[in-house]
């Protein structure tokens, strides 16, 4: 190996005059802030590997917020803290070309992780290097499938969650105000952009079923009919006269200006895209699930690993979810046959033991009162299994009645990360929950469900980089799994509450099971529909089904194969660890954060062993 030539003393006298002869042309003040800049912004070359390690994962988070406005939004309430305040207004674009830019983006990213010494960081850094590669590694290889993404969806879609991303935009100050009103202007183009990809799929041959277009289509044209009463505009209206820094001439303008814009531009949008739909609607190849597609296995098999976060092949997926679905109808079976004969019992007996609302006796008063109490009860119930979670404030609130009919029962509106101390549920009181379903749905929603997940994951001061990086699997399964633990800790029917958790997992199983068998097996409409009728279903209720699942593939096994996944993680800690703690194993959990199964798997050994 050939060394570099030395320097003669001349050549460093040279230097070294050099140095001397122009230092001192530099002002004192000058200098000062040459070095703070260095200590403050060091170039990499001085920094250690962790430290550009954390400067790379904080320009990933910057140059992907700065290209969303409505993702920056609900990430963060101060952009200027994240130097994110002079990011372009953009809705993005949904075209191929964005996409295969978006995908040029994560190659580079990828090339320039793997360059990081792994071992020269720590625990921490070391953790979100690991589900960074595995979030592009997945990405990436599935890169030549990007036709087969669907943006529109009758209830998943852009054009259906778009609306309800503007209703809840808040409005913290008057510069929100303004990227709002832009947001709206750039609908059209955005639109355009997503019927260009739809062109594109169709051309492919893989455009959507007709049935799922029509149901696009309708709803973006109902969306368009109401030009008076909108409620973008009563929503907006109402939020403008809650803003205190505003006087009544800026109001007036404010929805003056808002108006215009929703019926120049974003009700025109939708009618737009609902004619290109039109015009695509009867290209589509395929009325059925993606195993049709040329290569739907496949992408089938990309989107329960990505979104899901299991690696598992779907055959060993599946075999999972039969065997818990029997467990659990046998389990139900047993405790409605027990319930039988107690009440049979209890009749021949006559003893008085069944009080007069048919419950059993001994069995504490049912848990009642509002949405807040239930939340209150749950969060203090929770204590002995679950970690303390984070001091943090939660107000339910209740969904407008204009979007009543568009959202689900109840959902929980995440934080932005620098105020994730304040928290929002919402109640849809269309859905009319009490009981024993409102407090599941709270438990799923709150605590220990979403709500509790995210504060106490943003209270771990988590690599910036690691709120983008989430894994429906490990979100969603969570949020199924305690969802169910919470049966057992409602103050009714012990049993009835018993054979209603069992209940839902089952279901859950089920859709799920349909889920891959409509998409990675081909079940037909009329194989799905005569399947769940011999089940007790109607006819309409397992068309129904069937449409839900062909729009959102692999979206139930978030829920359900996410929580078995818990399940199966629990009891393996279980066994393999002395004096196994619920505690301590939720506590490890929650501690990592969203990952995807393997990961998660490996550091919950990790903190329950050390």
């Not at 594109?200 to 029509?214: I, N, P, Q, T, V």
């Not at 531009?265 to 739909?277: D, I, M, R, W």
């Not at 068998?517 to 799905?528: C, F, L, W």
């Amino acid at each position: 190996m050939s060394q570099i030539p030395s320097k003669t003393a001349r050549e460093r006298h040279r230097r070294g005059h050099f140095f001397r002869l122009f230092l001192p042309a530099i002002s004192a003040a000058v200098l000062t802030l040459i070095i703070c800049h260095l200590i403050t912004s060091p170039p990499s070359f001085l920094l250690t590997e962790e430290q550009r390690f954390v400067q790379f994962t904080e320009d990933v988070f910057h140059d992907e917020l700065s290209g969303n406005t409505l993702n920056l939004h609900y990430m963060v309430a101060n952009p200027s803290a994240f130097g994110l305040e002079n990011a372009e207004v953009s809705l993005g674009s949904a075209s191929t070309e964005a996409r295969q830019d978006s995908y040029a983006a994560l190659e580079n990213y990828l090339n320039a992780l793997r360059k990081f010494d792994y071992e020269k960081l720590s625990d921490k850094r070391q953790l979100t290097c690991e589900i960074f590669l595995d979030y592009l590694e997945t990405e990436l290889g599935a890169a030549d499938l990007l036709l087969y993404d669907e943006p529109l969806g009758p209830t998943l879609g852009i054009q259906a969650q778009l609306p309800i991303l503007l209703a809840e935009y808040s409005f913290r100050t008057k510069g929100d105000i303004e990227d709002y009103l832009a947001l709206l202007s750039q609908i059209p183009d955005y639109f355009d952009s997503i019927l260009a990809f739809e062109q594109d799929k169709s051309e492919a041959g893989l455009f959507m079923s007709s049935d799922c277009a029509l149901a696009v289509i309708e709803q973006c044209l109902d969306f368009a009919s109401d030009t008076e009463e909108h409620y973008l505009l009563t929503i907006f209206n109402e939020k403008i006269d809650a803003v205190s820094n505003l006087t009544t001439d800026e109001k007036i303008a404010c929805k003056a200006r808002n108006q215009s814009i929703l019926t120049g531009y974003v009700l025109p949008a939708y009618q737009k895209l609902a004619s290109g739909l039109a015009a695509l609607e009867d290209t589509g190849v395929n009325e059925m699930g993606l195993y049709y597609y040329p290569q739907g296995q496949e992408y089938y098999e990309y989107l329960v690993k990505s979104t899901v976060g299991d690696s598992r092949s779907i055959e060993e997926i599946e075999e999972e979810i039969k065997t818990q679905m029997v467990a659990d109808y046998a389990a139900m079976q047993e405790l409605l046959t027990n319930q039988t004969e107690d009440t049979e019992g209890s009749r021949k007996n006559n003893t008085g033991n069944v009080t007069a609302d048919g419950s059993g006796a001994g069995h504490s008063t049912a848990s009642t009162g509002s949405p807040a109490s239930m939340l209150e009860e749950l969060r203090q119930k929770i204590m002995t299994d679950f970690p303390l979670p984070p001091s943090v404030s939660c107000e339910i609130k209740y969904v407008h009645e204009s979007l009543q009919e568009y959202l689900s029962p109840a959902f929980y509106l995440t934080p932005t990360i620098d105020d994730y101390t304040s928290n929002v549920i919402y109640i849809n009181p269309a859905s009319d929950y009490s009981g024993l379903e409102l407090y599941t749905t709270l438990a799923h929603e709150g605590y220990p469900g979403h709500l509790y997940q995210s504060v106490y994951f943003a209270s771990q001061s988590p690599d910036l980089l690691r709120h983008l990086l989430d894994v429906g699997g490990y979100t969603e399964g969570w949020a199924t799994y305690v969802e169910l633990y919470a049966y057992s800790l409602y103050d009714g029917d012990e049993e009835n509450a018993a054979v209603s958790r069992l209940n839902r997992s089952f279901t859950l199983g089920l859709a799920s099971l349909l889920d891959i068998g409509i998409h990675y097996r081909g079940y037909t409409p009329d194989e799905v529909s005569a399947f769940l009728t011999r089940l007790g279903f109607t006819e309409s209720t397992a068309e129904s089904l069937y449409q839900t699942i062909l729009e959102a593939p692999a979206n139930y096994l978030q829920y359900y194969v996410g929580c078995l996944n818990f399940q199966s993680l629990r009891d393996s800690m279980e066994e393999s660890i002395d004096h196994f703690s619920l505690r301590d194993f939720h506590q490890a959990i929650l501690e990592t954060g969203p990952a995807p199964f393997d990961i998660l798997k490996e550091q919950c050994m990790k903190k329950l062993t050390n």
